[in-house]
């Protein structure tokens, strides 16, 4: 079966840096995902991680452990327009999401 | 926008009728993805198809069908409707295989009274 974990809520300050972390334990591994969603939204994509190691995209990185089962989305610079869930996605051929990471920015 | 379409945006129905769920895949996409969100259960795989055939199936119940056509859009059929399928249902495409990037659709609202 497929367990994957997220912090349920953080909050941040506008111009702080937050870090979203996901654990997973799965039967088959293909990646990760990473998709930014506002309320009634469709999630949109953000990232994807395969190989260990670092991902940036602007103010937005990534980072995966595979031996760990690991990963965060590092998000710097916050803006308001970030507050969203924030959903880790496993790839086992065919995507399994946590239940996703609610982020308020406050001024 | 992902480039990938969705109709109806709402849909408000009783229980024990049956809806059709439609989605246009982004252009170039052969693979259509359905996922239902709801607030206790979160986003849900429901079924993939590639270029017409079924290629993956998740947690869908057996009242939901769904199908892919030669011009590669998808609907996605449920029957004898229950309150409890009160939910967002996305669809999402990608090029080929779940390893590509899935763009998500706009999704339908479903209510069921």
């Known amino acids: 079966g497929q367990n994957i974990d997220q912090p349920t809520e953080m909050t941040a300050t506008e111009g702080a840096i937050v870090q979203i972390n996901c654990t997973y334990q799965?039967?088959?591994?293909?990646?990760l995902f990473w998709y930014q969603q506002h309320a009634g939204e469709a999630p949109t994509f953000l990232s994807y991680n395969v190989l260990d190691g670092l991902e940036e995209k602007g103010r937005f990185s990534s980072f995966l452990s595979r031996s760990k089962g690991y990963s965060y989305l590092l998000l710097k610079e916050l803006q308001m327009k970030d507050s969203a869930s924030y959903l880790c996605?496993?790839?086992?051929?065919?995507?399994?999401f946590g239940a996703g990471t609610t982020v308020t920015v406050r001024a | 926008d992902s480039g990938v379409t969705q109709t109806p945006k709402h849909l408000i129905t009783a229980t024990g009728q049956r809806v059709t769920l439609r989605c246009s895949p982004r252009?170039?996409?052969?693979?259509v993805y359905w996922y239902q969100q709801s607030l206790d259960q979160g986003l849900q795989f429901l079924i993939q198809y590639y270029n017409g055939e079924e290629r993956a199936k998740g947690n869908i119940l057996e009242r939901f069908s769904a199908q892919q056509f030669p011009d590669l859009h998808s609907e996605l059929n449920l029957s004898s409707l229950e309150l409890g399928d009160s939910a967002l249902y996305f669809c999402?495409?990608?090029?080929?295989?779940?390893?590509?990037?899935?763009?998500f659709g706009p999704g339908t609202r479903l209510t069921v009274l």
């Open positions: 996605a496993v790839n086992d051929y065919k995507l399994s």
């Open positions: 799965t039967s088959g591994f293909n990646g």
């Open positions: 252009s170039g996409d052969l693979s």
């Open positions: 999402a495409s990608s090029v080929a295989t779940p390893t590509d990037t899935q763009y």
